[in-house]
């Protein structure tokens, strides 16, 4: 028989000693106080077996949220599986301009496209529980998780099978948000940090040799005619992107082009409004 602290300490050997101490937490399960004062509780041989499986996956690089099924996100737990993105610190900056957005309109209209897990539009929707909110994906199997997600906080949202505006008719939203694919064709960075693991079509747009802007482009040269008069786009976008996003939104003749940093300082979010 094992304990949860000597399943730690041999998990620690293959991982890092946190990602180890969150699975041991996930699989017996137990809290990190439990595991502090109780490190002689026993784990079942098949938990043990379990355990040893995950630690394999995570030595190869399999993110940690996919190996644990959740990710938190503005202090939310998210179902997360392989059909979908895993949520990360930096969009919390397109959900904080998406609520100070709306914060004076009574019955906000907003659809998030490209929603994935869900976790922009159910935050939204979990900070202005008087907006309409609508979230559209391409992939069935993200709509699925995204469904479970906003049973989970008790936020109503009406998800659509789209791509991008494609189901959307003549439907006319105050705020349009949208995390769409933005890394570049063959980015180095694809195969780094676990993106290998995560699905192509939510982090590059598909397009062979392509800058990584043909999502955004779709978004932006469709925004007009799905904002009501003064209504705003923003889109989340990469490190270097800033500049020729905000040339596009000018371009589609949004006014009060603007670009947004995140926590590191990197040009995130760039928005504009329908004049």
């Known amino acids: 028989m094992?304990?949860?602290?000597?399943?730690?300490?041999?998990?620690?050997?293959?991982i890092d000693r946190l990602d180890a101490r969150l699975l041991v937490e996930h699989l017996a399960p137990c809290t990190h106080a439990d595991l502090i004062?109780?490190?002689?509780r026993l784990l079942a041989?098949?938990?043990?077996?379990?355990?040893?499986?995950?630690?394999?996956?995570?030595?190869?690089?399999?993110?940690?949220?996919y190996l644990l099924g959740s990710a938190e996100f503005h202090g939310l737990t998210f179902l997360v599986t392989p059909a979908v993105l895993i949520p990360r610190p930096e969009t919390e900056l397109l959900v904080e301009l998406a609520v100070h957005h709306l914060r004076c309109l009574p019955v906000p209209r907003i659809v998030d496209l490209g929603t994935g897990c869900g976790v922009v539009a159910v935050?939204?929707?979990?900070?202005?529980?008087?907006?309409?909110?609508?979230?559209?994906d391409r992939?069935?199997?993200?709509?699925?998780?995204?469904?479970?997600?906003?049973?989970?906080?008790?936020?109503?949202v009406e998800f659509l099978a789209s791509d991008w505006y494609s189901a959307l008719a003549d439907a006319h939203f105050d705020l349009i948000v949208a995390n769409p694919p933005y890394v570049a064709d063959a980015d180095p960075h694809l195969q780094q940090d676990g993106l290998q693991f995560e699905p192509p079509m939510a982090l590059t747009d598909g397009v062979v040799g392509g800058d990584g802007l043909a999502c955004i482009r779709v978004i932006v040269d469709g925004a007009a005619q799905h904002l009501v008069r003064g209504g705003g786009l923003l889109i989340e976008h990469g490190y270097d992107q800033a500049a020729e996003?905000?040339?596009?939104l000018q371009q589609a003749g949004l006014s009060d082009v603007v670009s947004w940093h995140d926590l590191a300082g990197i040009e995130r979010v760039s928005g504009g409004r329908l004049r």
């Open 139 to 156: 992939s069935r199997a993200a709509l699925e998780v995204a469904c479970v997600n906003s049973r989970r906080h008790a936020v109503e």
């Open 2 to 14: 094992t304990s949860i602290g000597a399943a730690w300490c041999a998990a620690s050997q293959s």
């Open 245 to 248: 996003v905000r040339h596009l």
């Open 123 to 136: 935050t939204i929707g979990h900070l202005c529980p008087g907006a309409l909110v609508t979230a559209v």
């Open 37 to 40: 004062a109780h490190p002689q």
């Open 45 to 65: 041989a098949a938990q043990v077996s379990r355990l040893e499986a995950l630690v394999k996956r995570r030595a190869a690089g399999e993110p940690l949220a």
